[in-house]
C-alpha cells in the first residue's frame, strides 16, 4: 500500500508545486510506513527506491554548490580576513597609531588574538549544533592554525624586542629566570599544549592516529584555551569579568550538556 502511495506521488510530479509542499508530502509517507511496520526499515526502503527525483537533484545541487562556495569563496575571505591584523601593526607603527611603546602593544595585541581564535575554534562545534550548520568544522582547522600562528607571532616578537634593549644571550637567561613565574609559566604552557595541535591538524596525522587517538589529542585546546585565558588577564582582580573568560565558561558549559545528555540518552536505551 505505502509502495502504491509513493509510485502515485512520484507519478503525479508536478514542476510547480513548491518543493517544502512535496517534502512534507514525502514526510507524512515514510511516517505512515513507519507506523505500519513498527519499524523504519520498510520507510527506509521505500525512501530510497521511489524518492523523486528532483528531490535528489536538489540535494546533490545544493551540497555540490555549498561546497564549492565554501571551498573557493568562504574560506578564501575567512583566510585574508585572518590575516588582517598582521598587514595592520606594520603598517599602525610606521604611521605611529600604537601607542607610546609599539612593541609591546605588538606583542600583547598578537596574544589577544591567538586567544580570540581559540576561543572561535572551541566555539565552532556548538555553533554547529545550535545552528544545524554542519559546514562550521569545515573551518575548524584553518582557525586553530591561526590560533597557533599568532601565539608563535606572540612568543617570537617577546623575544625579538626584548633582544633589541639586550643581547640574545641576556634575554634567553631573563626567560629561563621568569619561567616559574605564574604569568610565564602559564603562558609557556598554553603554547606547548597547542604545539601538537598544529602538529596534527593535517589530514595524514588524522589517519596515521586514528580517529578516537586524533581526538584525544585535539580536546587539549581546552587547557590551552583556558591557559590562554588566564595568562592574557593576569594577574586576576574581582573588579570586572574578562569577557574572553565568560566566552570560554559557556562554551565548555555547552559541550559538557551536550556530553552528559549523550550519556544518558544511550544509558536509556541500554
Known amino acids: 500500500m505505502i509502495r502504491h502511495e509513493y509510485a502515485a506521488f512520484c507519478k503525479d510530479f508536478d514542476p510547480l508545486e513548491k ?24 520507510a527506509t526502503d521505500v525512501a530510497r527506491l521511489h524518492r523523486p527525483p528532483e528531490t535528489e537533484m536538489l540535494a546533490w545541487v545544493h551540497t555540490r554548490m555549498s561546497d564549492r562556495a565554501i571551498r573557493f569563496i568562504l574560506k578564501p575571505v575567512v583566510f585574508a580576513a585572518s590575516l588582517v591584523p598582521v598587514l595592520y601593526w606594520p603598517w599602525a607603527a610606521s604611521m605611529h597609531q600604537l601607542n607610546v611603546n609599539p612593541f609591546n602593544a605588538i606583542v600583547r595585541d598578537t596574544g589577544f588574538w591567538s586567544l580570540r581564535f581559540l576561543c572561535l575554534t572551541v566555539a565552532l562545534t556548538p555553533l554547529r549544533w545550535l545552528t544545524g550548520w554542519h559546514a562550521f568544522v569545515k573551518f575548524r582547522r584553518m582557525i586553530g592554525l591561526f590560533a597557533f600562528f599568532y601565539a608563535a607571532i606572540h612568543f617570537a616578537a617577546y623575544i625579538a624586542f626584548d633582544s633589541l634593549r639586550e643581547q640574545m ?11 616559574p613565574r605564574p604569568f610565564f609559566a602559564i603562558g609557556y604552557l598554553s603554547l606547548v599544549l597547542m604545539v601538537p595541535l598544529a602538529a596534527t591538524s593535517t589530514a595524514g596525522m588524522i589517519r596515521r592516529l586514528g580517529g578516537p587517538r586524533w581526538r584525544g589529542v585535539h580536546r587539549l585546546v581546552y587547557p590551552a584555551a583556558i591557559a590562554g585565558v588566564i595568562h592574557m588577564y593576569w594577574p586576576w582582580t574581582t573588579t570586572y569579568l574578562p569577557r574572553y573568560a565568560v566566552m570560554l565558561a559557556a562554551i565548555v558549559a555547552v559541550r559538557i550538556h551536550k556530553y552528559t545528555s549523550t550519556r544518558a540518552s544511550a544509558g536509556t536505551q541500554r
Open 19 to 42: 518543493v517544502g509542499e512535496r517534502a512534507a508530502k514525502f514526510r507524512a509517507i515514510a511516517e505512515r510506513a513507519m507506523c505500519r511496520s513498527g519499524t523504519a526499515k520498510e
Open 169 to 179: 644571550s641576556l634575554t634567553l637567561r631573563a626567560m629561563a629566570a621568569d619561567a
